[in-house]
């Protein structure tokens, strides 16, 4: 857990190639912090991505061969500095829609019984649609994430993927 007042961050604009780079930073994120106690957070807005955690380990992040290749094709990054004050804040979440709610389901009881008339699914959204591969297995997913308004915290925790731990946020600005 980082308090918020020690928190820094580096900002990226990922430009035209958004979603191939959007891709390869949640790897490398998600790498990092598997061998790092979850130390970073990302957050996303546009073509841009803001990376946060402690100094040290933004820093180390910053200087592996792979974050330099990654940031040698990005249009624009700053280096690591502190996080402004902010009054506002967000939590960057994993979305998953509720079990009877996902797509895939309804479609799956729609043909096993076609004299049934459903209601309209409501429409559920996500923010933003990340393809991955994982680490362990190699298989291909959708890394789908919400970014919702939050009560700020003292302090911030992350899970592997660099989303935000349950009850914590980052700072908006």
């Given at each position: 857990m980082t308090p918020v007042a020690e928190l820094h961050y580096f900002e990226v604009d990922l430009g035209d190639s958004a979603e191939e780079l959007r891709s390869a930073l949640f790897s490398g994120v998600h790498g990092f912090n598997t061998?790092?106690?979850?130390?970073?957070?990302?957050?996303?807005?546009?073509?841009?991505?803001?990376?946060?955690?402690?100094?040290?380990?933004?820093?180390?992040?910053f200087e592996q061969p792979r974050t330099q290749r990654l940031l040698a094709v990005c249009l624009r990054f700053t280096a690591p500095a502190f996080v402004p004050a902010a009054t506002k804040a967000v939590s960057v979440l994993r979305h998953r829609p509720a079990g009877r709610q996902q797509p895939a389901r309804l479609r799956r009881f729609a043909a096993?019984?076609?004299?049934?008339?459903?209601?309209?699914?409501?429409?559920?959204?996500?923010?933003?649609?990340?393809?991955?591969?994982?680490?362990?297995?190699?298989?291909?997913?959708?890394?789908?994430?919400?970014?919702?308004?939050?009560?700020?915290?003292?302090?911030v925790r992350f899970n592997s993927y660099g989303l935000c731990a349950p009850g914590s946020s980052l700072p908006a600005f």
């Open positions: 061998r790092n106690n979850d130390a970073l957070g990302i957050d996303f807005s546009g073509t841009g991505m803001r990376v946060f955690g402690p100094q040290p380990a933004l820093q180390a992040f096993r019984n076609p004299d049934v008339v459903l209601a309209p699914a409501k429409t559920i959204r996500c923010d933003l649609a990340v393809p991955l591969s994982s680490q362990s297995t190699g298989q291909e997913f959708l890394l789908k994430l919400a970014r919702r308004p939050a009560a700020p915290s003292a302090a």
